[in-house]
């Protein structure tokens, strides 16, 4: 099995910042990239950003500019630094993992509420 584990969350007032944290355990080597997801209040689960295991990026344009993933592949954990918030950025955010065989997201966290006020 697999556990992610988020931290990090809490609540900013716009501008601000906040660093989210995902520390994997169990069977690491069946994680491959990584990701953060976030579900604002009313609305489905969305892509903030993912990284592989080698390091490649990919950010929703939302993020673009603002939010900066990274791996520690050493201490099996994802990093969100979430920099100029807005209120539209409150959301829980989840930490997934996709399946080394099946390439696919099948690993989550809890989730770790963020909340921008305005």
């Known amino acids: 099995q697999v556990q992610l584990v988020e931290s990090g969350g809490g609540l900013v007032q716009a501008g601000g910042s906040l660093r989210l944290s995902c520390a994997a355990s169990?069977?690491?080597?069946?994680?491959?990239?990584m990701g953060w997801y976030r579900q604002p209040p009313g609305n489905q689960r969305e892509l903030v950003a993912t990284i592989t295991r080698a390091g490649s990026t990919n950010y929703a344009d939302s993020a673009k500019g603002r939010f900066t993933i990274s791996r520690d592949n050493a201490k099996n954990t994802v990093y969100l630094q979430m920099n100029s918030l807005k209120p539209e950025d409150t959301a829980v955010y989840y930490c997934?993992?996709?399946?080394?065989?099946?390439?696919?997201?099948?690993?989550w966290g809890q989730g770790t509420q963020v909340t921008v006020s305005s």
């Open positions: 997934g993992g996709s399946d080394a065989y099946s390439r696919k997201y099948e690993y």
């Open positions: 169990g069977i690491i080597f069946r994680i491959n990239a």
